[in-house]
């Protein structure tokens, strides 16, 4: 068979995950040490006196958290995920960005810290030498990695579905580019005449017959398909996905760009010709659970003392408004549709839920939304704390119990989620927030089904940057009251 011919080692990666981070943590320290030497002792632009000498030791805080910002910006931007043809230019663009974002948050620390004998100088020398340095392995690490795959030593075996221009042209960049490490291994074709056709050395494998494609998946040991055809082929090209899913083969699409519009997708290039790389996969993978809980309890606990007072001084408030609770317990829905117990201040009279459904009836409102305009349950006070969202101050409780987070969808009631529809329950997927994009986009205004494609969109687009940008948008539609009622 033709794969016995091909002279290939065929491999997933020619590295392993955890080796560049690694080698960006041993950068950095390199990065530091080289600043304090051309700063202490060769002192060039600027002599440092007697008295403002210092040791390495004090900056080993600032090596720390110079490492942790870098690692996290850089996997949020995806600088460690493999990607045959991203431009150099953009993965030295990534590093200009992570480390200029590092060295204000270390000036910063530093202005709050305060310490006796400090440098600001040499974080401009860490900056500069670190840019240096991350730009120099990469670039040296495509030379290594275009000579190997030039030699057929990590290439990826690859099927190409389409064998018209768009097909050929694909065929083409991968043949001239060797070192991008694309082997092509045959080409399927749904038309006739193209079907039996060899071009050059890539076998014709034959039409569009889908139990072909698995008896071809298995004999050429592919790695990955490439589609070609057109959109108007939509129901083949899902029936090739599906399969090639199931046989654990990645699968990219050179897209149509005037029929098509999809979602959730990485985005490659081969020699200017688009590949979106399908991967149906949400995006909140556990390391980005585990990095978004670390953020929530940081964020709640260095705020306690002015939330923890706050929470005091609302319910003192609803102590000497009447009786009745201060606090009210109702059962939402959380992550993977598991149920909990969310916290909130009373902002209604005893017994309001017994009348819920009635007023829902005689208002006309969505009954997937639990809000009323002019609700006659709201006490004055608790008209207050709807329109300032005081009264989601106690959720913070559920935040640190893990039930909740501090951005995320709206959690809903019970009684809503029986009347969603299948897409609906996608935004069940992770742990429900505070406040999210439907909150500053609208808050009670925004109707239900555009706040469920804005918590999808959140969903598959989560990064550390989203979730600052909803927090610091939450802060101004809050005091100005906007959308709550």
């Excluded at 931007?77 to 043809?85: D, N, Q, V």
């Excluded at 705020?303 to 319910?315: E, H, K, M, R, S």
């Excluded at 006659?376 to 969202?389: E, I, M, Q, Y």
Aim: hydrophobic content about 45%; glycine content about 6%.
């Amino acid at each position: 068979m033709a794969e016995q011919n091909a002279q290939t080692y065929r491999t997933k990666s020619l590295e392993a995950p955890w080796l560049m981070p690694l080698i960006d943590v041993a950068l950095a320290f390199a990065a530091f040490g080289l600043a304090y030497f051309v700063r202490y002792e060769l002192q060039i632009l600027r002599p440092v006196g007697e008295a403002f000498r210092s040791t390495f030791d004090p900056y080993l805080l600032y090596v720390a958290v110079y490492i942790v910002w870098l690692q996290l910006h850089y996997r949020g931007a995806g600088l460690y995920r493999p990607t045959r043809g991203r431009p150099f230019s953009e993965e030295v663009y990534t590093i200009i960005n992570g480390v200029t974002n590092a060295t204000v948050v270390l000036m910063a620390l530093s202005f709050f810290l305060q310490p006796l004998v400090f440098s600001r100088l040499m974080l401009i020398y860490v900056a500069i030498i670190s840019v240096i340095l991350y730009s120099l392995v990469r670039a040296l690490r495509r030379v290594i990695y275009a000579n190997l795959r030039s030699r057929g030593i990590g290439v990826q075996r690859v099927l190409v579905i389409g064998g018209g221009e768009v097909g050929r042209a694909v065929l083409r960049n991968m043949m001239g580019r060797k070192e991008l490490g694309y082997l092509p291994v045959g080409i399927i074709d749904d038309d006739e005449a193209r079907a039996t056709v060899d071009i050059g050395r890539v076998k014709a494998l034959g039409g569009l017959d889908m139990d072909k494609l698995k008896q071809s998946l298995r004999d050429f040991r592919v790695d990955a398909v490439v589609i070609t055809l057109p959109w108007a082929e939509r129901e083949h090209i899902m029936q090739v996905m599906r399969i090639c899913r199931k046989a654990g083969v990645e699968v990219n699409l050179v897209p149509d760009v005037f029929e098509m519009n999809l979602r959730q997708v990485q985005v490659d290039q081969l020699e200017g010709i688009p590949l979106l790389r399908v991967n149906g996969a949400v995006p909140f993978k556990q390391s980005n659970r585990l990095v978004k809980r670390a953020l929530d309890l940081t964020i709640v606990i260095l705020t306690a003392p002015f939330w923890l007072l706050l929470i005091g001084l609302v319910a003192l408030a609803i102590l000497i408004e009447g009786k009745g609770q201060v606090f009210y317990w109702q059962t939402r829905i959380g992550e993977n549709a598991k149920p909990f117990q969310m916290i909130k201040f009373r902002s209604m009279v005893p017994h309001a839920e017994d009348m819920h459904r009635q007023l829902m009836r005689e208002s006309g409102e969505d009954p997937r939304l639990p809000k009323i305009k002019n609700d006659p349950r709201v006490t004055p006070l608790g008209h207050f704390l709807r329109r300032t969202s005081l009264d989601e101050l106690p959720q913070l409780i559920n935040v640190v119990r893990g039930q909740m987070s501090l951005v995320g969808p709206r959690p809903p009631m019970p009684d809503e989620v029986e009347l969603y529809e299948p897409w609906h329950m996608q935004r069940l997927q992770v742990k429900p927030g505070m406040t999210g994009l439907w909150q500053v986009r609208g808050r009670s205004e925004v109707p239900f089904d555009e706040m469920c494609l804005l918590d999808i969109y959140y969903i598959e687009n989560w990064s550390m940057q989203l979730d600052a940008q909803i927090l610091m948008m939450t802060i101004p539609r809050v005091l100005l009251r906007q959308g709550s009622y």
